[in-house]
């Protein structure tokens, strides 16, 4: 859960978040936003658009996922949030801020790179969106989704079922001080295609 002081984003003396089917109760809105999401990662991958590995492919991405549920969707954050503690990048800063992010994503280099070299990568791109945080909410699901299409690109493929949640979690909030165990998992669940 998000920590906002007076959220833009919530209905008045609650954590939940403003929806289009004005859901007011936190654990109903929950379920009907994983099961959209869901249907929307399933139906995203076989949707024909321009995949720019760019900050304009994540909106687009966070766009899909959440369109029918939030009316925020694929528009960065308008406030300062916190996670256990942890504050994420000021959200005057997004917009400059995701665009040196995106610098790191190089097709052509990122091709040249050897397994181990392009997973760190990969991990220093995750941490970075992660730490951006650039949506009030659907940050993780938009961030795998958009690091699986650019794996793809560069001709592997991921797994993110082989890797518990829990895991991904912990590992990406230690991956800002260090990314071992962040490598890890994705060595777990990241092959070549064949």
């Not at 610098?103 to 730490?131: H, P, Q, R, W």
């Amino acid at each position: 859960m998000y920590e906002a002081i007076n959220s833009r984003y919530t209905y008045k003396n609650s954590n939940v978040l403003i929806n289009k089917l004005d859901i007011k109760d936190e654990k109903k809105l929950k379920e009907y936003e994983t099961k959209m999401v869901a249907f929307k990662l399933a139906t995203l991958q076989k949707l024909k658009f321009d995949k720019t590995y760019d900050e304009k492919h994540l909106k687009f991405i966070h766009n899909y996922l959440f369109c029918d549920v939030y009316d925020f969707a694929g528009c960065y954050r308008k406030e300062n949030i916190t996670k256990e503690n942890f504050l994420f990048s000021q959200y005057e800063f997004i917009e400059e801020n995701i665009k040196e992010v995106m610098k790191k994503v190089e097709i052509g280099k990122l091709k040249k790179l050897d397994f181990n070299t392009l997973l760190k990568s990969i991990s220093d791109i995750m941490t970075d969106l992660n730490v951006l945080h650039p949506f009030r909410e659907g940050n993780g699901r938009a961030t795998r989704e958009f690091i699986r299409e650019l794996l793809e690109e560069l001709g592997y493929e991921i797994n993110w079922f082989l890797i518990d949640y829990d895991d991904i979690l912990k590992a990406s909030i230690k991956a800002v001080v260090d990314d071992t165990e962040q490598i890890e998992l994705l060595k777990k669940s990241v092959k070549k295609k064949v």
